[in-house]
């Protein structure tokens, strides 16, 4: 009987591990373009944010939190002009 209640426990674990992996989407991200010119655009992200969840800044300390990380690829169809900056 108590090798059946410790192989159930194990199993209980297992389940409980399984689905507490699941993965979670605190963030939905929005963007508009805004022309600024004839050859230039300026992209715009929204973040929106579960309640109790909150993004840093790009710029944040060594020692700090992760920072938040922008990402654009190569591409021969654009240039980047300039960094992404923040607004609230």
Request: cysteine-free.
């Amino acid at each position: 009987m108590r090798k059946l209640f410790i192989l159930g426990l194990i199993g209980l674990m297992g389940i409980m591990g399984v689905a507490s992996a699941q993965q979670l989407d605190p963030v939905k991200w929005k963007y508009t373009v805004k022309e600024t010119s004839a050859t230039e655009a300026e992209l715009i992200f929204t973040a929106q944010l579960d309640k109790g969840w909150h993004l840093y800044s790009q710029y944040t300390s060594p020692d700090g939190p992760l920072a938040i990380v922008f990402t654009f690829e190569e591409s021969g169809d654009y240039k980047r002009v300039g960094k992404v900056s923040a607004r609230r």
